[in-house]
């Protein structure tokens, strides 16, 4: 619990819970938590176009 004598530095920028917990279930309904799963490939695409190369690996 923050008290009245703390002194907040930083405060985490967090994506909207009900947005993020669809995301989860995704991530369960596949059962792939581990490296290479879906939003995995979906960031090297992406990254791809940005960067304007046609691999990488992340």
């Known amino acids: 619990m923050i008290g ?4 907040t530095v930083t405060s985490p920028l967090l ?4 947005e993020f917990y ?5 991530i369960w309904d596949n059962k792939w938590i581990t490296n290479n799963g879906h939003f995995h490939q979906e960031l090297e ?3 791809c176009m940005y960067l304007g190369v046609e691999h ?3």
Do not use: F
């Not at 669809?22 to 995704?26: N, T, V, Y």
């Open 4 to 7: 009245k004598d703390t002194l």
């Open 15 to 18: 994506p909207n819970l009900d």
């Open 22 to 26: 669809g995301l989860l279930k995704e």
């Open 45 to 47: 695409k992406a990254l």
């Open 56 to 58: 990488l690996s992340i």
